[in-house]
């Protein structure tokens, strides 16, 4: 099936822009959406199809996606940023959801 | 909102059932999806089923094992989970699709299946 790799961790000071990456087969021509989980809490969407937002979700976080790469960009990161993110995408071959092993992003 | 229960300590090869109590949408409307995730992992997705409940579909880990279904006129999602295995213990959470992409737009908190002798 189709396989969404993710870097294990990224480290961002608050007030940096913090970008975790997505990578998948050709991955230019999926549809992206990323989740946040924060501890103990149940995932969030906070990106879909790529780079729109949910209502309520700030400007702050942004997604794009070219072709080996998707990317979620959080500007101005800060303490309650703090938390796993997974990307996932709908594998065609298996028509399921996929997800991505997940980022945990600390916030220095 | 989404609610689930029926979570549990359970011995192996036995079976429970999830519930999952919608509320503010149009239940019937909707694809459903359970998704699961083992202590210190990540998410796996387990289950869907589609808006009316004409289509199933399942994760090849649990297929032959694991059932979904809804009732429309309970607004609630159930999976029935049946010849559990250690591997299985996991958090469940329920999940809404997105209308108009298959993004998962609604969670619910997750109830915690413990598969343990």
């Known amino acids: 099936s189709y396989v969404l790799t993710q870097p294990p961790s990224v480290s961002e000071a608050p007030g940096q822009t913090a970008r975790i990456t997505c990578g998948g087969n050709?991955?230019?021509?999926?549809?992206v959406h990323w989740y946040q989980q924060k501890p103990g809490q149940a995932p969030l969407l906070v990106v879909y199809?790529?780079?729109d937002r949910p209502s309520g979700i700030p400007e702050r976080f942004s997604g794009s996606n070219s072709e080996k790469t998707a990317t979620l960009t959080i500007n101005r990161v800060e303490a309650g940023d703090e938390a796993d993110y997974y990307c996932?995408?709908?594998?065609?071959?298996?028509?399921?959801?996929?997800f991505g092993g997940g980022t945990k992003l600390t916030v220095l | 909102q989404l609610l689930e229960s029926g979570g549990g300590l359970v011995q192996p090869g036995g079976s429970l059932r999830l519930s999952c109590a919608a509320s503010?949408?149009?239940?019937?409307?909707?694809?459903m999806t359970w998704v699961r995730q083992a202590p210190g992992r990540g998410l796996e997705w387990v289950s869907a089923?589609?808006?009316?409940?004409?289509?199933?579909s399942y994760a090849e880990s649990v297929k032959g094992r694991f059932s979904i279904s809804s009732d429309n006129s309970r607004n609630t999602l159930y999976l029935q989970l049946n010849s559990l295995r250690v591997e299985d213990t996991a958090v469940y959470y329920c999940?809404?699709?997105?209308?108009?992409?298959?993004?998962?737009?609604?969670w619910g908190q997750g109830t915690l299946v413990t598969v343990s002798s």
């Open positions: 999940a809404k699709d997105n209308l108009e992409s298959d993004a998962l737009d609604l």
């Open positions: 503010g949408f149009t239940f019937s409307a909707f694809t």
């Open positions: 089923i589609s808006d009316g409940g004409t289509r199933t």
């Open positions: 050709n991955i230019g021509t999926k549809s």
């Open positions: 199809d790529d780079s």
């Open positions: 996932q995408v709908w594998d065609t071959s298996s028509d399921h959801p996929v």
